[in-house]
């Protein structure tokens, strides 16, 4: 399963299975959730949201409920210090919410060895002696919520404050297990860091170092001095995202609400922050920058880089961009604790599983030692002008696609063939992703038919997999465009076949697993300096699709591992984005009103051609026309056309396409998780074999 939701979710489950794989002691916490993100349905072409219940009826067979590890985690109430019979300042709770985390732990079983970590899922119980405080099932319900859904609606106060709940019940009960388990070996507290490494993934568990000092403070009596430096040298953090709105802020007043005593030691670090900072003659414009507490808005990011010790991005370009803008002030005050660690991939599971036929091939080819050592595909190179090689791993990605082909039409009852090009666009929907982009090029081949039914094209089939946030109006319009689309492209005779759209629903992994060894192509179009990383692109490469992309996160390392003549770049570079940004310069009406081309395509949302969609059609012209097209879709349309062009073209000669594919597999090896994993092992926390 996904630990969450899209790739940062498949990410966590990659790095669990690579931790047992490698050999390396590493260990997950959670959240024990009763429902997922949500099963997607389209009605109409609307997405809707349906209950995702991951357990079924059967429960979870892998999970063992360790009733011994129970702990107590104290929310809500007023906490004011006191002084004890020793004269020193203890919190006193009043009022305080105590629930009951419930561990249920899962084996994580490494492959083809004898190694068995652990993923601590938490469940959430009301305490026997605390039954009173729940007299009403809307009081337990609000209890049961803790654990009920991932990611639910947070676009109220209710919302913000069960997230902001669910966020320090996982964390702090995972922080009060280490430190027991730690203490069990009988060595003192202050030195926990020699033992234990703590790495916040992403800023949802970003409140661990104030938790960690609460605990080591008052649970445990060690001074601050002493308790602030063993945090700063137990946690880690990794940043999964380059957008800065994206980077968790809790409204003060919220976060003191819900975790008061929690509350007073984030103030304390953020005050002793300033006055370091200022000691050191550090500009107060880099101060206010940085600090954790400002504007009434507690800045988690801020919280996970001061109490920690290394901070990384999730590919060379995101980490760059992560020093130059993003995080620029804290690398001026940290520039040792910034680091790179390129997310990786599972190719147990994108190739073992995902694509059984494809390893068997590759066994046939190269023998079977690159099941435990993906290195070992660099040996397919040797292959690339083998003739009988390149035949027989074609007619595997056809195999593949007549599977996909199969699904497609008992799922959609849309027939396609073979022998188009597999187009495929598989991400949460977002609009930095840019779907959209791809849909314009979809509209242009569309009209381009229209005006003639006998252009010279390769019969394309463009297949999508995207949920969009529940909440996120723009992306859910683009999906009724999409779905619209669709239906007035997929039932035109006058088409001939050459262009067919499929959006296949509830993408997840399995069905991840089914679409990925069927692409041809693998559109990844960020705009460029949007995408951290990306994951979906190196399973596509893993599976011989070639990679049509933005110079935007992974695809960067991707293009270094293939070189230019294996993969099909377009588009404006980071420098270009910034460039605009810098200038403010970008005009998309301006774009629009030039070019007849795209002009004739954006009008398509407004004119009728595409119909039961006269409103979504009007947000996404109006985001285009009026908005100023935020991610430059205009600008890089005419090199996206072009680079599509040439996708056709180079479909056509099927030697020199099998030959880019089987040179992507055997590149492939550089996005393995394994290696990723053992980086953070042996760069970040220290960890033995």
Do not use: C
């Amino acid at each position: 399963m996904a630990l969450g939701n899209g790739g940062l979710g498949r990410l966590a489950a990659a790095f669990m299975d690579s931790l047992a794989t490698t050999g390396y002691p590493g260990f997950g916490n959670g959240i024990r959730y009763q429902y997922g993100l949500f099963k997607q349905r389209i009605v109409d072409g609307y997405q809707v949201e349906l209950p995702d219940s991951w357990f079924g009826s059967i429960g979870n067979v892998w999970e063992t409920r360790k009733d011994h590890n129970i702990v107590d985690v104290k929310l809500f109430g007023d906490v004011y210090l006191s002084a004890d019979e020793n004269g020193k300042l203890v919190p006193v709770y009043e009022g305080a919410q105590v629930l009951r985390a419930v561990p249920y732990d899962v084996p994580q079983i490494g492959f083809e060895n004898d190694n068995i970590n652990n993923l601590r899922l938490w469940d959430v119980e009301i305490p026997e002696e605390y039954e009173l405080y729940y007299p009403t099932l809307e009081s337990r319900r609000r209890v049961e919520d803790i654990t009920a859904i991932l990611y639910p609606d947070d676009s109220n106060y209710e919302g913000k404050q069960l997230r902001l709940v669910q966020e320090y019940f996982m964390t702090s009960a995972g922080l009060q297990t280490i430190i027991k388990s730690y203490l069990k070996q009988g060595l003192p507290l202050e030195q926990i860091h020699e033992k234990v490494s703590v790495h916040i993934n992403d800023t949802h568990p970003a409140v661990a170092p104030a938790e960690f000092m609460r605990l080591l403070v008052d649970d445990y009596g060690l001074d601050w001095s002493t308790a602030w430096n063993t945090t700063v040298k137990t946690m880690s953090y990794t940043n999964h995202t380059i957008l800065s709105e994206a980077l968790e802020k809790w409204d003060a007043e919220l976060f003191k609400h819900v975790l008061p005593r929690v509350y007073q030691i984030v103030l304390e670090i953020d005050n002793r922050f300033v006055a370091e900072m200022a000691q050191k003659g550090i500009d107060s414009g880099v101060i206010n920058r940085t600090r954790i507490v400002k504007d009434g808005q507690i800045h988690m990011a801020n919280l996970a880089i001061i109490g920690g010790h290394s901070v990384n991005g999730v590919a060379k370009l995101h980490t760059e961009l992560l020093k130059e803008d993003t995080l620029h002030d804290f690398y001026l005050l940290y520039p040792e604790k910034f680091n790179n660690k390129t997310n990786g991939i599972v190719q147990r599971r994108w190739t073992q599983i995902a694509a059984p036929e494809l390893s068997k091939a590759i066994d046939e080819t190269i023998g079977e030692a690159w099941r435990s050592d993906i290195h070992e595909l660099q040996k397919l190179k040797a292959y690339a002008d083998d003739t009988t090689v390149l035949d027989n791993f074609y007619h595997v990605k056809q195999e593949a696609k007549a599977k996909l082909a199969r699904y497609i039409f008992e799922t959609t009852g849309v027939e396609v063939s073979t022998e188009a090009i597999f187009d495929v666009q598989v991400k949460r929907l977002h609009a930095y992703k840019r779907q959209l982009l791809n849909v314009l090029h979809i509209i242009k081949l569309y009209l381009d038919l229209k005006d003639n039914p006998d252009k010279d094209m390769v019969p394309r089939v463009f297949i999508f997999g995207a949920k969009a946030a529940p909440g996120y109006h723009f992306a859910k319009s683009v999906i009724k465009i999409i779905n619209e689309l669709a239906n007035l492209i997929n039932y035109d005779d006058s088409l001939q076949g050459k262009l067919k759209v499929v959006f296949l629903e509830n993408y997840n992994v399995s069905l991840a697993e089914l679409i990925i060894p069927a692409a041809n192509v693998s559109e990844q179009i960020s705009l460029a300096s949007k995408e951290a990383s990306g994951t979906s692109n190196m399973k596509f490469m893993m599976t011989g699709a070639i990679t049509l992309a933005t110079l935007d996160g992974a695809n960067i390392e991707i293009k270094d591992e293939v070189g230019d003549d294996n993969i099909v770049i377009f588009g404006m570079d980071k420098d270009a984005v910034y460039a605009h940004y810098a200038a403010h310069d970008y005009y998309a009406r301006g774009v629009y009103e030039a070019n007849p081309v795209i002009k004739r395509v954006v009008d398509s949302f407004i004119n009728g051609t595409i119909p039961n969609s006269q409103a979504e059609g009007t947000e996404i012209y109006e985001a285009l026309i009026t908005h100023n097209d935020e991610y430059f879709l205009l600008e890089d349309f005419p090199a996206y056309v072009e680079a599509q062009e040439k996708i056709d073209q180079l479909y056509r000669n099927r030697a020199q396409w099998s030959r880019m594919s089987l040179l992507n597999i055997a590149n492939s090896d550089k996005f393995t998780s394994d290696d990723t994993i053992t980086e953070y092992a042996e760069e970040i926390w220290n960890l033995k074999k």
